[in-house]
């Protein structure tokens, strides 16, 4: 099954410090780590911010993830970690909050999860079109679908699950 996002580079890193982000939120991120696969024995997301009140919402939206940590910019020791991260260490895959690409369209195994999803959650008729967007929120990614008036907000993590 595909991700949707883009991996936490030492480029990436770069060009977010260049740009005034100076805030980086880490937490747990479990679709990070394919079924079977052995080499990742770990998963982390990293979303940047430039406003701490936001990051600190999402801080607290993340309360119970073990592994939550804020890389502050300002403390060299902190930016050394964000650069040993974005060298995505052995063992590890580290995720930014940003999607691969400006469009996105779910891969044909997903797309029949989608449609299962909707047969059992809703009444809408799958013959007829219905937009799929992926977005975040405080760090976890859903899928937005839409159908006509109607608008379903789902984990990417619970689809991928099965």
Do not use: C
Request: aromatic share 14%; glycine share 6%.
């Amino acid at each position: 099954m595909q991700n949707p996002l883009v991996l936490f580079t030492v480029p990436l890193l770069k060009t977010l410090l260049d740009s005034g982000y100076t805030l980086f939120v880490r937490q747990s991120y479990l679709p990070g780590v394919e079924p079977g696969e052995e080499e990742t024995k770990e998963a982390f997301l990293i979303t940047p911010y430039t406003n701490i009140g936001l990051a600190n919402q999402h801080f607290q939206a993340i309360r119970f993830d073990k592994r939550k940590y804020i890389y502050q910019a300002h403390r060299p020791e902190e930016v050394e970690k964000l650069y040993i991260a974005a060298g995505q260490p052995p063992g590890f895959k580290v995720y930014s909050a940003w999607l691969k690409g400006e469009s996105w369209e779910p891969d044909d195994q997903l797309a029949v999860r989608l449609r299962k999803y909707m047969q059992i959650h809703t009444n809408w008729r799958p013959n007829h079109t219905v937009e799929a967007s992926l977005e975040f929120e405080f760090g976890v990614l859903y899928i937005f679908m839409r159908y006509g008036q109607e608008e379903l907000k789902i984990p990417y993590h619970q689809l991928i699950a099965g």
